[in-house]
């Protein structure tokens, strides 16, 4: 076991939302987005009034969607609101049964070449799950190519609160395991490293025995952002990924979520695409939640679930930190949603109009080692130039400065800003 | 429950508890201590200090809002900050006309002619210092501002008056370690009148070096301030007076106590070195500050005319504020050498 920390950031005093995933009742309407990773939208293939079964394709591309419910589709659209914003495609289905039809195949996923695993992950259209989605297959055959020599299981939740790696920790440690010696498998190395925060040393004993010869446990100290890849990479390997674009694979490094290790085991077992997902429901709800909801579950129908008594100010996709604020709770869960955190009116960060007083804060907190302040009342005054020869373009939106300034400068909103005009000058 | 129109903006979307007006209030609470003590020491001659320091700052901070066309707002402790802050470092007996006027200066030029709290380069508490100082310097002679100490002509003095410290603590000899610690709990405790005469003379909040170190523990632990200042600045004044104490040797140790607990040593240290506006953001940086600003006041203190040119040599290290930002920058994460 070896332990592992990063230069900057926040150390939350939140708990992560505790308890067994439960399982959410599956709704009486899905909504399926044709895009739940990053790249372009699939097309459908099923077209309005069909049946449709559970884990049929319903979208076909790079990375293939397949419906989770058994039911009739009842819309194809090409405008339905992505949690980004924007519009994408999407298809809508009346649920009339959850179960799948026969029973899955039983197979041993470490037996499978390289080759047969790959393929099945590609069309079982899984992806890395977070907000960034990328498809996994894409992402094993780029860490191929690059030559990449270590893998790291990324069971740290990113974000304060969420508490889902820490419980399928607990819960799904055989498939965890089986998980990543198949991810060594595929991408042919030896050396692999599950990094986790670091809780009770009872479940950190128990984890550790249970990836022993397979991975080495990484406990990482609870301080945020150490889940994004970046940091945990250099905490475990004290590589840095180069700026501003670079990736964990540049430095020889793959990160893969938890949960989608998991799914990787599951998907190879059963030879079915994932229908579910695993999510943190918390914030201003009155039962926080760790929950296991059908992918295209509308929120209302989650929140419905947890119970929201007050007036809801905000909701969120993701988590209080990074996450992306929504306009209508028709957004349904999809592969990228890992948390859904809601805020009382009463609750929505103030804008002071106050002035930087050079406290620094912000500089300590900079994962990044930037400084905020500057780069930010650059990007207030459209001084973009300026503001990228201090190094603009580094930042990872984090959100650590303007958690921490005290004049409540909105800093990452003027640091978005000047990102988005820079794109436009370019264009 | 509403299914639509939630606010959309981007993250973070929770702050953190601090803000402008609670660490302003915080140094507030910080400086109560040594308030306190200047008043327990001084009685009515540092409380004629303190309300006159604090009723010109609310005053003048409310008339320059005004001129400057904004909505008076006194809420955010600022002006009581100022107030107070001001009130320490002046030696008791300076008049309240010369207090006001001292802090009239330090809001005016020290701060609002650069647009307000934030923007100021140097230290506007230390800017009013400077104006009576160069206006007035009877009122804050040497004799008055020396190290919370009465009577001193120069640093070299108190070497030959070492005779205080059994006149006024009974402390005969401090070879032992019993000796040692006595005289230090001593001077932590505050200076008395004794072997000058009976009247005990020094500035308001210099008084009690305890009761500075309470106050500053609690901007340590409210993490308002941090170490990196104050460690250069105080490992400064350290190294300087071990290394070039040229006196007896048996007069060294209360030599350092004094450059270190001296009140007006460790008030700068705390209060001033510390300050947001006035010194770097880099923690480096602000090692660096401190460094310079020890560097000045030893080489005062050691080599110069005046005896206490700690806040002289704030002022100087503001002045280099910029240049140490310019230069002392961290390196960003992920930056590959470029080959140009
Ligand atoms: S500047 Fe960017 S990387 Fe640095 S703390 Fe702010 S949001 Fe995070
Ligand atoms: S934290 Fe806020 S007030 Fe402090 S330096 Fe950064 S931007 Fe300025």
């Given at each position: 076991m070896k332990t592992a920390t990063i230069k900057g950031g926040i150390e939350f005093k939140v708990e992560r939302v505790g308890g067994a995933i439960e399982t959410l009742p599956v709704p009486s309407k899905v909504v399926l987005p044709l895009k739940q990773h990053k790249g372009t939208a699939c097309k459908a293939v099923v077209k309005k009034g069909q049946e449709v079964k559970v884990g049929e394709l319903i979208g076909d591309g790079e990375v293939p969607i397949h419906a989770t419910v058994a039911g009739k589709v009842t819309e194809v659209t090409k405008r339905f609101p992505d949690i980004r914003g924007g519009y994408i495609p999407a298809i809508g289905i009346e649920v009339q049964g959850d179960a799948w039809d026969e029973d899955g195949s039983d197979l041993d996923p470490t037996s499978l070449s390289s080759n047969q695993a790959l393929e099945t992950i590609k069309k079982a259209g899984l992806v890395d799950y977070n907000i960034d989605a990328e498809p996994l297959a894409e992402k094993i055959n780029f860490a191929k190519t690059k030559g990449v020599k270590t893998l790291v299981i990324n069971g740290v939740d990113l974000e304060p609160g969420v508490g889902i790696c820490k419980q399928l920790l607990v819960e799904k440690r055989q498939e965890i395991v089986g998980g990543i010696k198949v991810l060594k498998n595929v991408l042919n190395i030896t050396n692999a490293y599950l990094a986790i925060e670091s809780t009770s040393a009872q479940v950190q004993a128990t984890i550790e025995g249970a990836v022993s010869g397979v991975a080495e446990l990484v406990v990482t100290s609870p301080k945020y952002p150490v889940g994004l890849p970046k940091f945990l990479v250099k905490a475990i390997?004290?590589?840095?990924?180069?700026?501003?674009?670079?990736?964990?694979?540049?430095?020889?490094?793959?990160?893969?979520?938890?949960?989608?290790?998991?799914?990787?085991?599951?998907?190879?077992?059963?030879?079915?695409?994932?229908?579910?997902?695993?999510?943190?429901?918390?914030?201003?709800?009155?039962?926080?939640?760790?929950?296991?909801?059908?992918?295209?579950?509308?929120?209302?129908?989650?929140?419905?679930?947890?119970?929201?008594?007050?007036?809801?100010?905000?909701?969120?996709?993701?988590?209080?930190?990074?996450?992306?604020?929504?306009?209508?709770?028709?957004?349904?869960?999809?592969?990228?949603?890992?948390?859904?955190?809601?805020?009382?009116?009463?609750e929505l960060t103030e804008i002071s109009g106050q002035k930087c007083i050079n406290c620094g804060w912000c500089v300590k907190v900079c994962p990044m080692r930037?400084?905020?302040?500057?780069?930010?009342?650059?990007?207030?005054?459209?001084?973009?130039?300026?503001?990228?020869s201090y190094n603009l373009s580094y930042c990872v939106e984090c959100g650590c400065c303007a958690y921490v300034c005290p004049a409540k400068i909105p800093l990452v909103h003027w640091i978005k800003y000047g990102k988005s005009q820079i794109k436009r000058e370019e264009r | 429950m509403k299914d639509k129109g939630f606010v959309v903006s981007v993250g973070p979307h929770i702050q953190g508890r601090e803000s402008i007006p609670r660490i302003v209030y915080g140094v507030v609470i910080a400086i109560l201590p040594a308030i306190i003590a200047g008043v327990y020491f001084f009685k009515m001659e540092a409380v004629k200090v303190i309300v006159a320091a604090l009723v010109s700052a609310?005053?003048?901070?409310?008339?320059?809002?005004?001129?400057?066309?904004?909505?008076?707002?006194?809420?955010?402790?600022?002006?009581?900050?100022?107030?107070?802050?001001?009130?320490?470092?002046?030696?008791?007996?300076?008049?309240?006309?010369?207090?006001?006027?001292?802090?009239?200066?330090?809001?005016?030029?020290?701060e609002y002619v650069y647009g307000g709290f934030g923007n100021n380069p140097f230290n506007p508490v230390i800017v009013g210092w400077a104006a009576l100082k160069l206006s007035y310097p009877g009122y804050l002679s040497v004799a008055s501002s020396v190290l919370g100490v009465l009577k001193l002509e120069g640093i070299s003095a108190i070497v030959e008056d070492y005779g205080y410290f059994s006149d006024a603590y009974g402390v005969e000899n401090w070879s032992t370690l019993g000796g040692k610690l006595k005289l230090l709990g001593k001077i932590l405790l505050g200076w008395k009148a004794g072997a000058w005469g009976d009247h005990l003379f020094g500035c308001v909040g210099c008084i009690c070096a305890l009761a500075i170190l309470i106050g500053a523990a609690f901007l340590f632990i409210k993490r308002y301030i941090s170490w990196y200042a104050p460690v250069g600045f105080l490992?400064?004044?350290?190294?300087?007076?071990?290394?070039?104490?040229?006196?007896?040797?048996?007069?060294?140790?209360?030599?350092?106590?004094?450059?270190?607990?001296?009140?007006?040593?460790?008030?700068?240290?705390?209060?001033?070195?510390?300050?947001?506006?006035?010194?770097?953001?880099?923690?480096?940086?602000?090692?660096?500050?401190?460094?310079?600003?020890?560097?000045?006041?030893?080489?005062?203190?050691?080599w110069g005319k005046w005896v206490d040119p700690v806040w002289f040599a704030i002022l100087v290290a503001n002045a280099f504020t910029p240049l140490i930002d310019r230069f002392v920058r961290p390196k960003p994460f992920g930056r590959v050498k470029s080959s140009v």
């Amino acid at each position: 076991m070896k332990t592992a920390t990063i230069k900057g950031g926040i150390e939350f005093k939140v708990e992560r939302v505790g308890g067994a995933i439960e399982t959410l009742p599956v709704p009486s309407k899905v909504v399926l987005p044709l895009k739940q990773h990053k790249g372009t939208a699939c097309k459908a293939v099923v077209k309005k009034g069909q049946e449709v079964k559970v884990g049929e394709l319903i979208g076909d591309g790079e990375v293939p969607i397949h419906a989770t419910v058994a039911g009739k589709v009842t819309e194809v659209t090409k405008r339905f609101p992505d949690i980004r914003g924007g519009y994408i495609p999407a298809i809508g289905i009346e649920v009339q049964g959850d179960a799948w039809d026969e029973d899955g195949s039983d197979l041993d996923p470490t037996s499978l070449s390289s080759n047969q695993a790959l393929e099945t992950i590609k069309k079982a259209g899984l992806v890395d799950y977070n907000i960034d989605a990328e498809p996994l297959a894409e992402k094993i055959n780029f860490a191929k190519t690059k030559g990449v020599k270590t893998l790291v299981i990324n069971g740290v939740d990113l974000e304060p609160g969420v508490g889902i790696c820490k419980q399928l920790l607990v819960e799904k440690r055989q498939e965890i395991v089986g998980g990543i010696k198949v991810l060594k498998n595929v991408l042919n190395i030896t050396n692999a490293y599950l990094a986790i925060e670091s809780t009770s040393a009872q479940v950190q004993a128990t984890i550790e025995g249970a990836v022993s010869g397979v991975a080495e446990l990484v406990v990482t100290s609870p301080k945020y952002p150490v889940g994004l890849p970046k940091f945990l990479v250099k905490a475990i390997t004290g590589k840095e990924v180069p700026s501003p674009h670079g990736r964990p694979e540049d430095v020889g490094v793959v990160v893969i979520g938890l949960e989608t290790a998991i799914s990787v085991w599951d998907a190879l077992k059963t030879n079915r695409p994932p229908i579910d997902k695993a999510i943190t429901v918390y914030g201003a709800v009155n039962n926080p939640k760790n929950l296991r909801v059908r992918i295209g579950t509308p929120l209302k129908h989650v929140l419905e679930y947890c119970g929201v008594s007050a007036e809801i100010g905000k909701v969120i996709v993701g988590g209080p930190m990074m996450g992306l604020a929504q306009y209508s709770l028709d957004i349904p869960v999809t592969k990228e949603v890992n948390a859904i955190f809601i805020q009382r009116e009463s609750e929505l960060t103030e804008i002071s109009g106050q002035k930087c007083i050079n406290c620094g804060w912000c500089v300590k907190v900079c994962p990044m080692r930037l400084l905020p302040h500057i780069i930010s009342s650059y990007c207030e005054v459209g001084m973009f130039e300026e503001a990228e020869s201090y190094n603009l373009s580094y930042c990872v939106e984090c959100g650590c400065c303007a958690y921490v300034c005290p004049a409540k400068i909105p800093l990452v909103h003027w640091i978005k800003y000047g990102k988005s005009q820079i794109k436009r000058e370019e264009r | 429950m509403k299914d639509k129109g939630f606010v959309v903006s981007v993250g973070p979307h929770i702050q953190g508890r601090e803000s402008i007006p609670r660490i302003v209030y915080g140094v507030v609470i910080a400086i109560l201590p040594a308030i306190i003590a200047g008043v327990y020491f001084f009685k009515m001659e540092a409380v004629k200090v303190i309300v006159a320091a604090l009723v010109s700052a609310i005053v003048f901070d409310a008339l320059l809002q005004k001129l400057i066309c904004k909505k008076v707002d006194l809420t955010n402790g600022h002006a009581l900050l100022m107030g107070l802050l001001f009130a320490t470092i002046m030696p008791i007996g300076v008049p309240w006309w010369a207090v006001a006027a001292g802090v009239f200066v330090g809001l005016l030029v020290g701060e609002y002619v650069y647009g307000g709290f934030g923007n100021n380069p140097f230290n506007p508490v230390i800017v009013g210092w400077a104006a009576l100082k160069l206006s007035y310097p009877g009122y804050l002679s040497v004799a008055s501002s020396v190290l919370g100490v009465l009577k001193l002509e120069g640093i070299s003095a108190i070497v030959e008056d070492y005779g205080y410290f059994s006149d006024a603590y009974g402390v005969e000899n401090w070879s032992t370690l019993g000796g040692k610690l006595k005289l230090l709990g001593k001077i932590l405790l505050g200076w008395k009148a004794g072997a000058w005469g009976d009247h005990l003379f020094g500035c308001v909040g210099c008084i009690c070096a305890l009761a500075i170190l309470i106050g500053a523990a609690f901007l340590f632990i409210k993490r308002y301030i941090s170490w990196y200042a104050p460690v250069g600045f105080l490992a400064t004044i350290l190294f300087f007076s071990l290394v070039f104490y040229k006196g007896d040797k048996q007069y060294l140790y209360p030599f350092v106590l004094i450059q270190l607990f001296s009140g007006s040593t460790l008030l700068a240290a705390f209060f001033f070195v510390t300050d947001f506006a006035t010194t770097p953001f880099t923690g480096l940086g602000m090692f660096i500050f401190g460094v310079m600003a020890g560097l000045v006041t030893m080489l005062g203190r050691l080599w110069g005319k005046w005896v206490d040119p700690v806040w002289f040599a704030i002022l100087v290290a503001n002045a280099f504020t910029p240049l140490i930002d310019r230069f002392v920058r961290p390196k960003p994460f992920g930056r590959v050498k470029s080959s140009v």
